[in-house]
């Protein structure tokens, strides 16, 4: 088993930028891959973006990738995922989650078996 717990949230301007980070402990971090999801009011989950487990390969969402920076440190057990040129439509709970195999990387959230809490990032105008 895995047990995630994210940091890194809270009130950003828009235009800025964020930078969560998601700290695994129990089983071997880099036999997972790492997807990052985001959950905004009123809406479904949405997958933000991915990292192979040992951190070569990663993808994110056609709507967000060219703001988006995922990476992993499979010393420290963690994943980060940094985010610029925010917006309102950023505002959501994020959650890191883990699956394996660790060289399969996909958005479908139902293919995750551990998930963190989340974080509130809220993005203001």
């Known amino acids: 088993q895995v047990q995630l717990v994210e940091s890194g949230g809270g009130l950003v301007q828009a235009g800025g930028s964020l930078a969560l980070s998601c700290t695994a402990s129990?089983?071997?971090?880099?036999?997972?891959?790492m997807g990052w999801f985001r959950q905004a009011p009123g809406k479904e989950r949405e997958w933000v973006g991915s990292i192979g487990g040992r951190g070569y390969v990663t993808t994110a969402a056609d709507s967000v990738k060219d703001r988006v920076t995922i990476s992993r440190d499979n010393v420290k057990n963690t994943v980060d995922l940094h985010m610029n040129n925010l917006t309102v439509e950023d505002t959501a709970i994020y959650y890191c989650?883990?699956?394996?195999?660790?060289?399969?990387?996909?958005?479908?959230?139902?293919?995750?078996?551990?998930w963190g809490q989340g974080t509130q990032v809220t993005v203001s105008s």
């Open positions: 129990g089983d071997t971090f880099s036999g997972y891959a």
């Open positions: 989650a883990a699956s394996r195999p660790s060289s399969i990387l996909t958005k479908a959230s139902d293919a995750y078996q551990y």
